[in-house]
């Protein structure tokens, strides 16, 4: 069983469309996040929620718009895809310190 | 975490070496550490952490040390496998929330 499972894998879509990622934990955990990670490998994060409340919100284009329907589940909705928003998005669960991640969607803007 | 480099540093090790990997955070506020293992075309790993009333902390095969004093963080893996290649990555805690701030990454390649 996959703890922290997101979909799609990879994403290849062309300027201007609006996407979404889904993502599923199965671990009971109150906090879920969503992380960005570059071309250099760096990982930033962009959200974070508590029990479906957004906790955690960092400098991100409006563009992106995470939902939380219920606390297993956090969606990424990104609108306007820009060449920028290319990267692999992460998305991981924590009930402590320690981050669960999933295994990342690789998003190409065309 | 270590401030973001214009490229990932590598480190090339022999196996059966000992390989050290370093990491400068800056917060001095943090009191938890991870280490992180990432494979290609997957999710960071948990490999083990420390908080930061300890400054050694020893698993199956790795090490992590913590010297508060200039803020410095290493994970020594011993008898370096192949299977030991991957990005690995340093995260701190600050006590006052949960979000993990991750160091830029170094790259461990394991020449057989």
């Known amino acids: 069983d996959t703890a922290v499972s997101q979909t799609p894998k990879y994403l290849v879509t062309q300027m201007g469309n609006d996407k979404s990622i889904k993502c599923e934990q199965n671990?009971?955990?109150?906090?879920m996040y969503w992380y960005k990670q570059d071309s250099k490998k760096f990982l930033k994060i962009m959200f974070s929620y508590n029990n479906k409340e957004l906790i955690i919100n960092e400098t991100v284009p409006n563009r992106f718009s995470p939902k939380s329907p219920d606390k297993a589940h956090l969606n990424l909705h990104i609108n306007s895809l820009e060449l920028g928003d290319s990267a692999v998005y992460f998305c991981?669960?924590?009930?402590?310190?320690?981050?669960?991640f999933g295994s990342g969607t690789q998003l190409s803007v065309l | 975490g270590e401030s973001v480099g214009l490229h990932l540093p590598t480190l090339s090790v022999q196996e059966g070496d000992n390989s050290i990997i370093n990491c400068a955070y800056s917060n001095s506020a943090s009191d938890y550490f991870i280490w992180y293992k990432q494979e290609s075309g997957k999710g960071p790993q948990f490999i083990i952490d420390i908080r930061s009333n300890m400054d050694k902390r020893q698993g199956q095969r790795v090490t992590v040390l913590l010297n508060k004093t200039v803020k410095h963080l290493s994970l020594q893996i011993a008898a370096t496998q192949p299977g030991d290649s991957a990005v690995y990555f340093c995260?701190?805690?600050?006590?006052?929330?949960?979000?993990?701030?991750f160091g830029g990454g170094t790259r461990l390649m394991v020449k057989p």
């Open positions: 991981a669960s924590s009930q402590a310190r320690e981050l669960f």
């Open positions: 995260a701190e805690n600050i006590r006052a929330g949960n979000m993990l701030t």
């Open positions: 671990l009971g955990h109150d906090t």
